[in-house]
């Protein structure tokens, strides 16, 4: 059976580029400065790593940030439900050369290898408090680096969540105050929060 993201995808990864039709443009407004930012603040940290670092991108979709932190010299592994958007990082990178890995796979069943760092974002609101909790556990276990994004409640958020449902799927909100206590039941207590501004609480943790 297919899954929303195949098909849906394409049309998310034009926020980055492409044609887009009146509703996408109009979405755009929603959302498109706030996912270009919080993927130039992935780049920033992922500065500080130490040279032939691990980064594992949870959700990558189309690979467009597992490909940019793979041209940054880093070893990448990419994971991602949609079979199409597996299907498009792959063909980015033929031949490139880039040390750089994807696969299809739920990211809520697979074990991640072991890495320096792991980046998730848009990903969390389309998981339900479970399946959060799941990933947040494998994220202490490795005991390393991360960025996750977590949209909040907020207008620009019913705005999306009115989009995603008309288009055929759920998204899940919390308050800054209820994600922080899912990092506190795994044992994740001494994260930090930055970026509100960007429409989503961004985590980090051990920078
Ligand atoms: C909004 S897109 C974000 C893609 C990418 N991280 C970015 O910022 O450009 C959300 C992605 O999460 C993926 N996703 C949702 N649920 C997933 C799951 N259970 N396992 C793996 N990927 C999942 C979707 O397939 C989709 O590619």
Redesign the pocket.
């Known amino acids: 059976m297919k ?1 929303y ?1 195949d098909e849906e ?1 394409e049309k ?2 034009k926020i ?1 580029d492409g044609d887009k039709n009146l509703v996408e443009k109009f979405m755009d407004l929603f959302r498109r400065d706030s ?1 270009l930012e919080r ?1 130039k603040l992935v780049y920033n940290f992922a500065g500080k790593l130490n040279k032939g670092a691990t980064i594992v ?6 690979g ?2 597992a490909i940019a932190l793979a041209k940054m010299g880093f070893t990448v592994y990419g ?4 079979e199409r ?1 597996i299907e498009m990082a792959n063909q980015q990178v033929e031949d490139s050369g880039l040390n750089i890995t994807f696969e299809k ?4 069943k697979k074990k991640y290898p072991p890495c320096d760092m792991i980046i ?4 969390m609101d ?2 339900n408090d479970e ?1 959060v909790l799941q990933i947040l556990k494998q994220v202490k276990e490795l005991n390393c680096k991360f960025i996750l994004s977590f949209p909040f409640k907020s207008i620009k958020s019913y705005v999306r969540f009115i989009y995603r449902h008309l288009s055929g799927t759920k998204i899940y909100l919390s308050t800054p105050e209820e994600m922080e206590k899912k990092f506190i039941s795994v044992g994740l207590d001494n994260i930090n929060k930055v970026s509100e501004n960007l429409g989503a609480t961004i985590v980090i943790h051990n920078f």
């Open positions: 899954h993201w995808i998310f990864d980055y996912i993927a991108d949870i959700g990558c979709g189309t467009r940030q994971f991602d439900i949609s958007g796979c739920d990211i809520v998730g974002l848009g990903l389309y998981l399946e």
